[in-house]
């Protein structure tokens, strides 16, 4: 059975089977194995009780990657050493299948010895190759060094009992998609002699591309994107916008009406083909979120080039930009349904931290009737008393709200008042309990026979628990169904809003889509 190693926000680490739903507090930190291999790796990457220490340079956590068949585990250098003494011994070892490991293994641990602690970077190691879920090993694959002038050069070797099957292809495919996904990286090369057919056969059904010859030795390359142009900067002009909103939907992507913190410096870049729009990135500071350590990033490909190396040439960027700009962090959005950016965030190392469950209400469906004990104002616009107390309500909610990643809306007052009240001429709902106000609701205009939203929902934090979305919610529903509204859509993030998620079907809202917010590190250290 599968474990993992997880976390807390003291730092300290523990296992836990895979399969089984987190405790509150933990969180995975992204490595999978055996029990003793969790073991091991918290041995490696944690001393003990108490907050996790700074760890001096070189001194990197190991990356672990997974495929649908294989898994593939960075060793930490005391590991290169133990396999080394295997090697050397010439007797067997557990986990390990026979005649394993191979000659060319040792090659790569003394290699892997020789480097320089500036030289020990995240990632660029050498790698176990396991079938999964715990599997014994069966081969290795790695890098020779850490990248160097854009260029990472990669070797492989597997048993013999495991050849054959399309392992090494998928190992080498899995390690130089990773590889692309770190800055700077724009090549990956490897090198084989003439008589060896089947790694020439596996570089080729990766994507390599044979560049020279020298002597008995062929020369390998894997170029991000070859025949696909480079990213420009994106236009700010209507023709632009259209052709964002068209692949955006194409896609049912998103991302491509992103404000960002007016005076910050976001990354905005396409990539054309002539006219023709192939891809769009976008990643900086949200407007109206708070967040210091992380950046919300979209990256969208037009599914004609897909699966061509554009997607990892543009979050490439996104890395660089971010440590530029001294984020550790990056957070995007997918919908459920979007199983093709589901499955990329996954293999890029994205985990998920938060869900927005997105539901609609139809014109007359049948609600719950509201909960005893609070009273509904619709405020009067042209009280100006009345305006100014709503205004206040939602910045004291914003100001409690934490959003996934710990992001915080920016709760400046003349903010929410621009875009709930002056931006916004839907209707705006206070909930009272004997007279203090707990919560509100914004809504847009409610038309016969269009669709409206519920712009957002929150209560204070002392008034939790007691049934607040609900009254909130009824009252929207009665408005709706008076104006004649087709239907009106609500989001809520469930885990933030967990209240106002389980009030909703109550009211006849019922779940239409979903959208997961994801998390990655810029720099994948401890």
């Not at 956590?61 to 050493?81: F, K, S």
């Not at 909930?431 to 209560?459: K, N």
């Amino acid at each position: 059975m599968p474990y993992q190693v997880v976390t807390n926000d003291n730092g300290q680490h523990s296992t836990w089977a895979d399969h089984q739903e987190l405790p509150a507090g933990w969180q995975p930190t992204g490595f999978v194995g055996s029990q003793q291999e969790c073991l091991d790796h918290i041995a490696q990457v944690w001393d003990g009780p108490g907050p996790r220490p700074e760890r001096a340079a070189g001194a990197a956590v190991t990356n672990v990657l997974t495929t649908d068949r294989i898994r593939l585990r960075e060793l930490a250098p005391a590991e290169v050493t133990a396999l080394l003494e295997v090697l050397e011994s010439g007797a067997g070892a557990d986990g390990y299948v026979e005649n394993y490991p191979l000659t060319g293994s040792g090659f790569g641990a003394r290699n892997f010895l020789t480097r320089t602690p500036e030289e020990l970077q995240f990632g660029f190691g050498m790698y176990l190759v396991s079938a999964q879920p715990d599997g014994p090993v069966f081969g290795d694959i790695g890098f020779h060094r850490p990248p160097r002038d854009g260029a990472a050069e990669i070797g492989f070797g597997l048993a013999e009992s495991a050849r054959g099957q399309g392992y090494a292809t998928e190992a080498v495919t899995a390690l130089t998609r990773w590889a692309f996904t770190q800055p700077g990286v724009r090549r990956v090369i490897a090198r084989t002699t003439t008589d060896n057919a089947a790694s020439r056969g596996v570089l080729e059904r990766a994507g390599f591309r044979l560049e020279r010859t020298e002597e008995n030795i062929l020369h390998y390359v894997l170029r991000l994107a070859p025949d696909l142009p480079e990213s420009e900067p994106m236009r700010d002009d209507e023709e632009e916008r259209a052709a964002l909103a068209k692949l955006g939907k194409v896609r049912k992507a998103g991302g491509d009406d992103l404000a960002f913190v007016p005076g910050s410096d976001p990354l905005r870049r396409v990539v054309r083909d002539g006219k023709r729009l192939l891809a769009y990135a976008q990643s900086g500071d949200k407007e109206g979120v708070e967040d210091p350590t992380n950046h919300l990033m979209y990256i969208v490909v037009h599914p004609a080039v897909a699966r061509r190396g554009l997607a990892e040439r543009l979050l490439g960027e996104i890395r660089e930009h971010a440590r530029a700009h001294g984020k550790t962090g990056m957070v995007t959005g997918t919908p459920d349904e979007d199983h093709p950016s589901v499955a990329w965030v996954r293999k890029h190392g994205f985990r998920p931290i938060g869900h927005h469950l997105i539901t609609r209400r139809d014109r007359g469906a049948a609600g719950a009737d509201a909960p005893d004990g609070f009273t509904i104002d619709v405020v009067d616009r042209a009280d100006r008393a009345a305006v100014d107390e709503f205004v206040e309500l939602a910045t004291r909610t914003v100001a409690e709200a934490v959003m996934p990643g710990g992001a915080r809306m920016t709760s400046d007052p003349d903010e929410i008042r621009r875009d709930l009240v002056d931006e916004n001429t839907g209707a705006l709902l206070v909930c009272r309990a004997s007279g203090p106000a707990l919560g509100w609701l914004a809504l847009t205009p409610l038309a016969d026979g269009e669709e409206g939203f519920v712009l957002a929902a929150q209560v204070l934090a002392e008034a939790a628990g007691r049934g607040v979305p609900a009254a909130l919610l009824a009252t929207a529903a009665r408005l709706a169904d008076e104006a004649g509204a087709a239907s009106v859509t609500a989001v809520a993030e469930e885990d933030g809003q967990r209240e106002l998620a389980e009030a909703l079907p109550g009211a006849g809202f019922l779940p239409v889509a979903g959208r997961t917010i994801w998390f990655a590190d810029v720099d994948p250290r401890p």
